[in-house]
């Protein structure tokens, strides 16, 4: 049987009516069916559906919509006030009904997505031996990467179109987590569906379990994962070759999102891989896009160009070198040529500014400043570039809490009546400098948005909306987009063009933001996506021939079309 032949899953296919709606044709019945997270209604199943489907005697009598079920649910949850206890009830709803866990955050995603992501995530990786209750996505580890193709065939889903895969070599700002990675998996996937239109039935977290450095955690007798130090060279080489082989031969129509790899991983394995299966790898590209997004708009809100700006990026990760990238194509779409964009973007790492005289990492040498244009400068710290190069945007991709001193953002304040300042790291205890403490350095007038949520800050009877550069913004939109267009490839331009977008997006409906409220996550990714569909059709990778053939708003209506909303949909048994 091909793949097109076979059900949408192993327990049920989803199909349209003549009237143009869907339904669901269950391939299992009775009890089982509401351990199904996707199939169970709880007591939203209708009286027919009952019967129908093996079911009466076994759920309550009651039939409640799914908007009073999702009501009942908020009531509970906001009965609790620990974040760790608000995030595990979330996860627990998930692996419960999937429908009604997607309907909840949707209606209050501004106030659910710092449970379910950043910053709470972090204590969910951490402690994921300890809440693991209910297997959910793929475990790849060195116990089975032999068998990976049996593996996956195991994995119910047959139709699987986005797949978010992490080592776990470099979780947020925490550093190897094992096999607790996979909570930051299931968490980004969970928003590909809310905020990326993604059907939950389509997504796939992966785990690739090469062990960890940590003794820690080998030593654990409650930790999860194998216990054996992380593979690294050639051995890592074939484990990821031998996933990516097998992953192929499953899910030919699949993109992968390559999460929270190490520095060095990260670039090998974006590189190794990016034109043999579509992905991009977020911690670079899309922690570029967003971080660009948001200095646009704050150029924007002073009235200046980014060709005008001087950047200093503090952190050269793969998120400052994302960034430090991503500035750099902006300033070039601006008409600098690269010596002027070598005066104009600095970045610095833990050892003080690139230079090119310096030894570093392979990838670090495209960020490398030449040193003759630090000739006369009192120094390659970072007080010194913010004062020599006369910096006027300052972006923090350390992980360094509070790195960002009064001095030094007095000293951007001094190069630019209107610094923007952006201390972008997760989670919130490793963010480089409060917000409100930037604010009051700069009596106001400092343009800052930060990578993890903070309330407005209240200043002189002024108060300043704090923008929160989250990925989220632009992933989702990215991927939704790669989808859609069926691209062979994820092109250094759409991931470009995610950024514009959101910067438009932003513009037209906030233009005193420099993001917009995480409320609308799903109305910029829509943004989003349509960008990277255009995108990638002028790159002659979108190989979907329906949307070649759309134009202006239809573009927009078939996004907005095949964007998955939460709601029960009818049985039908054939």
């Given at each position: 049987m091909s793949a097109r032949d076979l059900p949408l899953t192993d327990n049920y296919d989803v199909k349209r009516g003549e009237d143009g709606h869907r339904y669901i044709v269950p391939l299992i019945r009775g009890f089982n069916l509401t351990r199904i997270?996707?199939?169970?209604?709880?007591?939203?199943?209708?009286?027919?559906?009952?019967?129908?489907?093996?079911?009466?005697?076994?759920?309550?009598?009651?039939?409640?919509?799914?908007?009073?079920?999702?009501?009942?649910?908020?009531?509970?949850?906001?009965?609790?006030?620990?974040?760790?206890?608000?995030?595990?009830?979330?996860?627990?709803?998930?692996?419960?009904?999937?429908?009604?866990?997607?309907?909840?955050?949707?209606?209050?995603?501004?106030?659910?997505?710092?449970?379910?992501?950043?910053?709470?995530?972090?204590?969910?990786?951490?402690?994921?031996?300890?809440?693991?209750?209910?297997?959910?996505?793929?475990?790849?580890?060195?116990?089975?990467?032999?068998?990976?193709?049996?593996?996956?065939?195991?994995?119910?889903?047959?139709?699987?179109?986005?797949?978010?895969?992490?080592?776990?070599?470099?979780?947020?700002?925490?550093?190897?987590?094992?096999?607790?990675?996979?909570?930051?998996?299931?968490?980004?996937?969970?928003?590909?569906?809310?905020?990326?239109?993604?059907?939950?039935?389509?997504?796939?977290?992966?785990?690739?379990?090469?062990?960890?450095?940590?003794?820690?955690?080998?030593?654990?007798?409650?930790?999860?994962?194998?216990?054996?130090?992380?593979?690294?060279?050639?051995?890592?080489?074939?484990?990821?070759?031998?996933?990516?082989?097998?992953?192929?031969?499953?899910?030919?129509?699949?993109?992968?999102?390559?999460?929270?790899?190490?520095?060095?991983?990260?670039?090998?394995?974006?590189?190794?891989?990016?034109?043999?299966?579509?992905?991009?790898?977020?911690?670079?590209?899309?922690?570029?896009?967003?971080?660009?997004?948001?200095?646009?708009?704050?150029?924007?809100?002073?009235?200046?160009?980014?060709?005008?700006?001087?950047?200093?990026?503090?952190?050269?990760?793969?998120?400052?070198?994302?960034?430090?990238?991503?500035?750099?194509?902006?300033?070039?779409?601006?008409?600098?040529?690269?010596?002027?964009?070598?005066?104009?973007?600095?970045?610095?790492?833990?050892?003080?500014?690139?230079?090119?005289?310096?030894?570093?990492?392979?990838?670090?040498?495209?960020?490398?400043?030449?040193?003759?244009?630090?000739?006369g400068w009192s120094g390659t710290d970072l007080l010194s570039v913010i004062q020599s190069a006369k910096a006027t945007v300052l972006l923090g991709l350390s992980g360094q809490g509070g790195i960002f001193s009064e001095e030094m953002v007095r000293a951007a304040a001094a190069n630019t009546e209107r610094p923007m300042v952006f201390p972008l790291s997760n989670p919130t205890a490793n963010t480089e400098a409060l917000p409100e403490d930037i604010l009051r350095w700069t009596d106001g007038q400092a343009l800052v948005a930060t990578g993890s949520p903070f309330d407005p800050v209240t200043l002189d009877g002024q108060t300043h909306e704090i923008g929160q550069g989250n990925n989220a913004f632009i992933f989702p939109g990215l991927g939704f987009g790669a989808i859609l267009a069926r691209v062979r490839e994820i092109t250094d331009g759409m991931v470009t063009e995610a950024a514009y977008a959101l910067a438009a997006y932003t513009q037209a409906h906030h233009p005193q933001r420099l993001y917009p409220p995480v409320a609308e996550l799903s109305k910029a990714s829509v943004e989003v996506a349509v960008a990277v569909i255009r995108q990638a059709l002028a790159d002659g990778v979108a190989t979907e021939f329906e949307v070649r053939r759309l134009q202006g708003e239809e573009l927009r209506a078939f996004v907005e079309r095949k964007f998955w909303q939460p709601k029960h949909l009818p049985f039908r048994l054939e």
């Open positions: 997270p996707l199939l169970n209604k709880g007591t939203a199943f209708t009286a027919e559906e009952r019967e129908l489907l093996g079911l009466d005697g076994l759920l309550a009598p009651q039939v409640d919509s799914l908007e009073v079920l999702v009501e009942r649910l908020y009531a509970d949850y906001a009965k609790l006030d620990d974040p760790m206890r608000k995030h595990t009830f979330l996860r627990n709803l998930q692996d419960r009904n999937e429908v009604q866990f997607y309907a909840l955050l949707s209606r209050h995603v501004e106030e659910m997505l710092p449970i379910v992501y950043t910053p709470t995530v972090g204590e969910a990786v951490k402690r994921f031996s300890q809440i693991y209750r209910y297997p959910r996505g793929l475990t790849i580890s060195t116990q089975n990467v032999a068998r990976a193709r049996q593996a996956l065939a195991n994995v119910p889903l047959n139709d699987v179109r986005i797949i978010v895969a992490t080592d776990s070599s470099a979780i947020l700002g925490i550093g190897d987590q094992g096999f607790g990675g996979m909570a930051i998996s299931i968490g980004k996937l969970s928003l590909y569906t809310v905020a990326g239109g993604v059907g939950p039935d389509k997504t796939l977290p992966v785990e690739l379990d090469v062990g960890t450095t940590r003794q820690d955690l080998r030593d654990d007798p409650h930790y999860l994962g194998v216990k054996h130090e992380r593979l690294t060279g050639e051995a890592y080489l074939q484990f990821m070759d031998t996933f990516v082989e097998a992953t192929l031969q499953r899910y030919p129509k699949a993109i992968i999102q390559w999460e929270d790899f190490s520095k060095d991983a990260a670039f090998d394995v974006l590189r190794r891989y990016r034109r043999v299966v579509p992905s991009f790898n977020d911690d670079i590209q899309g922690t570029g896009a967003v971080v660009l997004a948001g200095v646009l708009n704050a150029c924007r809100v002073k009235g200046e160009r980014l060709a005008d700006q001087v950047v200093v990026v503090h952190g050269a990760g793969a998120g400052g070198a994302g960034v430090a990238a991503a500035i750099r194509e902006g300033m070039r779409r601006e008409g600098l040529d690269e010596a002027a964009i070598a005066a104009r973007v600095f970045v610095l790492d833990s050892r003080g500014l690139l230079t090119d005289d310096r030894s570093m990492e392979d990838y670090k040498r495209e960020l490398a400043t030449p040193k003759a244009l630090t000739d």
